[in-house]
């Protein structure tokens, strides 16, 4: 069955311009996360949606960065006037419930130049 | 918040050697712990993992064990081949104090193994 689909695959974007970042979650997978990956980093979490719940914003590292997800469904993660430390890679996973094994998308590589 | 340190960063064998790579946590109340392997290109895909209620469990060639006393857990990999040769995450998670009890998996730095032919 499909996966976790994210878009665009790759992204190159001038310093200070916007970006949104797409991830399509398998479905009926009711919890979401975003995590960044930079160079020869481990995974860091950003941003996490449980259901119709509040999504716990706690590992956005600025107010640079803001995400929601419609419907329980698409989410999209926008980073305002980026910066270049914003260059990374960015995972969207998805998980049936709580406490269920993620699954990944292939995620997006961002470059700011 | 939970701390995971992923060990080594680096692992090189020869193609049929065993493979070890080790992972503490912090937080005693995690009971949850994934392995990811990563290939080049793609997301990290679940391999194998393993639950506080239980100290090993093996599938095929990989292998988990747990030591909650020790907060430490351990991948294996017995008889490893080329196409082993990915970078490797751990990850622990528990209830937490936030959204209800996320869940939300902290990981390792990851391990990047090669293995030679």
């Known amino acids: 069955g499909a996966g976790v689909s994210q878009s665009p695959s790759n992204k190159v974007t001038e310093k200070g311009k916007d970006v949104e970042l797409r991830c399509d979650p398998i479905?009926?997978?009711?919890?979401l996360y975003w995590y960044r990956q930079s160079l020869g980093q481990g995974l860091e979490f950003l941003i996490y949606?449980?259901?119709?719940?509040?999504?716990?914003k706690s590992g956005l590292p600025s107010d640079r960065f803001s995400a929601e997800r419609t419907g329980g469904s698409v989410s999209t993660l926008t980073i305002q006037r980026t910066q270049q430390e914003d260059s990374a890679v960015y995972l969207c996973?998805?998980?049936?419930?709580?406490?269920?094994?993620?699954?990944f998308g292939n995620g997006t590589r961002l470059t700011v130049t | 918040g939970e701390n995971v340190e992923q060990h080594p960063s680096t692992l090189s064998v020869q193609e049929g050697d065993s493979a070890v790579i080790k992972c503490t946590y912090s937080?005693?109340?995690?009971?949850?712990f994934p392995w990811y392997k990563q290939e080049l290109g793609k997301g990290p895909q679940l391999i194998i993992d393993?639950?506080?209620?239980?100290g090993e469990k093996k599938d095929q060639r990989i292998a988990v064990t747990l030591n909650k006393t020790a907060k430490h857990f351990s991948l294996h990999i017995t008889e490893t081949q080329p196409e082993d040769s990915a970078v490797y995450f751990c990850?622990?998670?528990?209830?937490?104090?936030?959204?209800?009890?996320?869940?939300?998996?902290?990981f390792g730095r990851g391990t990047s193994l090669i293995v030679h032919p």
């Open positions: 393993i639950r506080s209620n239980v």
């Open positions: 479905s009926g997978h009711t919890a």
């Open positions: 949606f449980q259901g119709n719940s509040a999504p716990d």
């Open positions: 990850a622990a998670s528990s209830p937490g104090e936030v959204s209800g009890g996320s869940y939300i998996p902290t």
């Open positions: 937080d005693s109340a995690s009971n949850y």
């Open positions: 996973a998805s998980s049936l419930d709580r406490g269920s094994p993620l699954h």
